[in-house]
């Protein structure tokens, strides 16, 4: 899967592809987010930026 890496412009880049902005959203939402712009500036608070770090994620089953 690669990790993750948010820019300071507020791109978050997986592996090969960048993810669009709904993806960004949506990702930030489901992370507890109200937005990708919060998640992004949590990061740069707590982290610093670019952030290098893993992505998890989880599948409902089937």
Request: glycine share 12%.
């Amino acid at each position: 899967m690669g990790r993750p890496h948010v820019q300071p412009v507020g791109g978050l880049h997986q592996g090969v592809a960048w993810l669009s902005s709904v993806e960004m959203h949506e990702l930030a939402r489901v992370d507890g987010f109200k937005s990708a712009s919060d998640m992004i500036a949590w990061f740069k608070v707590t982290h610093g930026l670019p952030f290098s770090g893993v992505l998890i994620r989880w599948e409902a089953g089937r």
